[in-house]
T-cell receptor, first 113, second 118 residues
Framework: GEDVEQSLFLSVREGDSSVINCTYT??????LYWYKQEPGAGLQLLTY?????DMKQDQRLTVLLNKKDKHLSLRIADTQTGDSAIYFCAESSPNSGNTPLVFGKGTRLSVIA | GAVVSQHPSWVICKSGTSVKIECRSL??????MFWYRQFPKQSLMLMAT?????????EQGVEKDKFLINHASLTLSTLTVTSAHPEDSSFYICSARIPGQVGNQPQHFGDGTRLSIL
């Protein structure tokens, strides 16, 4: 079945860039997402990318997709303490609008002031 | 602003109680909603797909009689944890996709319900 893998922890200093990596196995994945979860809260959609794109930038966030290697990354520029959270990578296939997401285990980002 | 509203946000109750969690889509109709369960420091586990007007589709290993799902309207799905026990304590999250081009709309999540069974 589909699988999404992420490293579990990342620690960076405030002001530095954070790069969170994700790999997936489903070659038919068409949509890949990054969600942010703060403690005790639900998931907040940060950004998503279509598989026919290599890169997408949205303010401090840059998503890079290497479809050949099935590798997705999220770069957060000028990381702030408010960015401390768990970041989930997720993928879905295009066949149906009812397809649920397959999530990675999440990367816990800690920002050190 | 929030597009999916989940209620309640936190429930504490005694063992044996049944608990109902509501998931509402705001300003859009959701024919399909998803229910997830999240254990501490773990990822989201899909429990079931809630389909408006028909039976929910449960994932393998999820007890249908334990976790009752009702999707009676296009804006509301409910998850009832029947005769809850401490092992049912968890964080439950629902999601829905805003209708649009197929696959072009990401899922939006509620804020989750923390269920604690004493």
């Amino acid at each position: 079945g589909e699988d999404v893998e992420q490293s579990l922890f990342l620690s960076v200093r405030e002001g530095d860039s954070s790069v969170i990596n994700c790999t997936y196995t489903d070659s038919s994945s068409t949509y890949l997402y990054w969600y942010k979860q703060e403690p005790g809260a639900g998931l907040q959609l940060l950004t998503y990318i279509f598989s026919n794109m290599d890169m997408k930038q949205d303010q401090r966030l840059t998503v890079l997709l290497n479809k050949k290697d099935k590798h997705l990354s999220l770069r957060i520029a000028d990381t702030q303490t408010g960015d401390s959270a768990i970041y989930f990578c997720a993928e879905s296939s295009p066949n149906s609008g009812n397809t649920p997401l397959v999530f990675g285990k999440g990367t816990r980002l800690s920002v050190i002031a | 602003g929030a597009v999916v509203s989940q209620h309640p946000s936190w429930v504490i109750c005694k063992s044996g109680t049944s608990v109902k969690i509501e998931c509402r889509s705001l300003d859009f109709q959701a024919t399909t909603m998803f229910w997830y369960r999240q254990f501490p420091k773990q990822s989201l586990m899909l429990m079931a797909t809630s389909n408006e007007g028909s039976k929910a589709t449960y994932e393998q290993g999820v007890e249908k009689d334990k976790f009752l799902i009702n999707h009676a309207s296009l804006t509301l799905s409910t998850l009832t944890v029947t005769s809850a026990h401490p092992e049912d304590s968890s964080f439950y999250i629902c999601s829905a996709r805003i209708p649009g081009q197929v696959g072009n709309q990401p899922q939006h999540f509620g804020d989750g319900t923390r269920l604690s069974i004493l």
